[in-house]
């Protein structure tokens, strides 16, 4: 029953907010403090909308019901009211700009609810200050086609840089979703790309995987002069084989002294799943020498300028440079393709260490429970691992028989050929 001016006045407050209808989605709301307020109600795209449309009796009957006809219009032509009102406001054309800072402004508010890395915020801003903003930040996100699209990404594809093109068109699409999300535009520009771009080269990340070459590495990691921070991150590496970054953003409160284990929370992790590092004898030493110098803040390892932050991902891989390691030879992430390789060789078992790499398994489900499969074995495979280092560092050039590696039995044995065979693609595995 649509309402009339004598219905709306003798509408009283009750305990609750209630609602009257004048039918078309358009309805009074009458708060408890007696405030009467007209909202329209709609569906954009199959998602339950709502807007204002002022309060009574300042906005009367009639001017209600001509602004709840003019969204609805706007409705039938496939467009947002909610949206189109926005920008009605802000007196401005809605320019991809506009939409790609406001994209941005919501992955700020994910990274400071600790959900996604620091990281993530600064390559964002990177490519958009650097590729999208310069190209196509004037233009009304309407009006972009995917034939323009295409050509921004072409362009850098010309200069060879094929890594920076497939996140340019990552974060487009990021974009673009979020046009679609808002109501701007129908669909994903980026979607029906798939073909029309070179991919970029698998990027493997060299470790040393000779005995005696990792050995005369180890003994020069010992001899580095450098900030004794950088030292012990440098001891901790190939230790932990843990990803860099994963290591760079650790915090005290994820390290426990009692259990002798680092317990990495999801959001730090690639794989968005929790995961625990076993620490040998050797890397609580080092993380109690690293205790006395920075466990006064939040991060193990801070910048020096603002402890806030973490310390520059480029710090390790300039201290390997400065101890005559090119990156052709050996990165900090390299050190899992060591691990990973000589472990697989010595003889343990490949699921542990599968396990202990924090790779990704098939199961999403298994992804966020087995974060402590396998522990009690990961925690005699990485004491054991560290005592092989060890030798290694004192260790003339001989492969050394890691203490308590078991034995492969049944299918998992294999020939020496045939493990040596297997060495390369493990190393491409092992990233």
Known sequence: MPLTPALIRAALPR?????????????????????????????????????????????????????????????????????????????????????????????????????????????????????????LGPRPIAEVSAYELLGVLKAIESHGLLDTVRRVRQQTSRILRHAVGLGHIPYDLTAGFRGLLMPPQPRHHPGITNPKRLGVLLRAIDGYQGAEKIAIALKLTPLLFARPGELRRAEWNEIDFERAQWRVPAEHMKMRAPHIVPLCRQA??????????????????????????TMSGTRLAAALASLGFSSREVTPHGFRSTACTLLNELGWRGDAIERQLAHAVGDSAR???????????????????????DELRGSAAQHIALPGAPIATGSEKMAPAQKLGTRRHEMDYCE
């Open 284 to 309: 609580l030493e080092l993380l109690e020498r690293l205790h006395s110098l920075t466990g006064d803040g939040r991060y193990l390892f801070p910048a020096y300028r603002n402890p806030d932050r």
């Open 367 to 389: 992804r966020l429970y087995n974060h402590a499969q396998y522990l009690p074995e990961r925690t005699a495979m990485m004491q054991a691992w560290a005592d092989y280092l």
């Open 15 to 135: 305990d609750r907010l209630y609602t009257l209808s004048d039918g078309g989605g358009m309805v009074l709301q009458v708060t408890p403090q007696g405030r009467k307020r007209w909202r329209l109600r709609y569906r954009y795209r199959g998602i339950p909308n709502m807007i204002s449309l002022g309060l009574y009796p300042e906005v009367g009957l009639r001017a209600a019901r001509e602004q709840g006809a003019e969204a609805r219009g706007l409705l039938a032509l496939g467009f947002n009211p909610s949206v189109e009102r926005r920008t009605a406001v802000a007196g401005e054309v809605c320019t991809f700009e506009a939409v790609a800072r406001d994209w941005l402004q919501c992955l700020t508010r994910i990274v400071q609810k600790r959900r996604r890395s620091p990281d993530v915020l600064r390559r964002a801003r990177w490519v958009l200050n650097n590729y999208l903003l310069p190209a």
